[in-house]
């Protein structure tokens, strides 16, 4: 039995990892060319870190009530913006994005590439504790398009 706080203190504190594991979500499209996501399963490792940058980069920051204020990223400071805005401030917001997640250790900026007349592409090569990977975020910069 714990008797003060001295004792307390002398107790042996192990850190312990979380499980990564997510649910697994499986794209398809349907014979009109709409595109859903059905929930199957769960995924473990590099496809829940997949799983959870698609997430996270697919969810508007703030906008959404029973989130977390953390939660997401901010894109629509973009909207009929430059391109060369989006070039400017991308980095640091999906930076921002991304470090609610503790599995994700670095976020590297590949290249910008405007896509048509209001939408930017960025590619990312993001360093995960199970190994890197490159994602693709496309952004509109028009209200019509988001």
């Not at 001295?6 to 398809?28: F, G, K, N």
Request: glycine share 6%.
């Amino acid at each position: 039995m714990i008797q003060s706080f001295r004792d307390i203190q002398a107790l042996p504190i192990e850190p312990r990892r979380e499980s990564s594991y997510t649910s697994a979500y499986v794209h398809s499209v349907d014979r009109l060319g709409g595109e859903t996501s059905v929930l199957r399963g769960s995924a473990n490792g590099m496809e829940a870190v997949r799983q959870a940058v698609h997430t996270i980069c697919h969810t508007e920051r703030f906008a959404y009530r029973n989130t977390p204020w953390n939660a997401g990223i901010e894109l629509e400071q973009f909207i009929n913006r430059s391109p060369n805005y989006f070039r400017a401030r991308i980095g640091n917001v999906v930076k921002d994005a991304l470090k609610m997640d503790d599995r994700i250790v670095e976020v590297h900026l590949l290249r910008v590439e405007v896509i048509g007349p209001r939408s930017v592409a960025a590619w990312f090569k993001i360093v995960s504790v199970f190994g890197p990977f490159e994602y693709m975020l496309d952004v509109p910069l028009s209200r019509s398009q988001y």
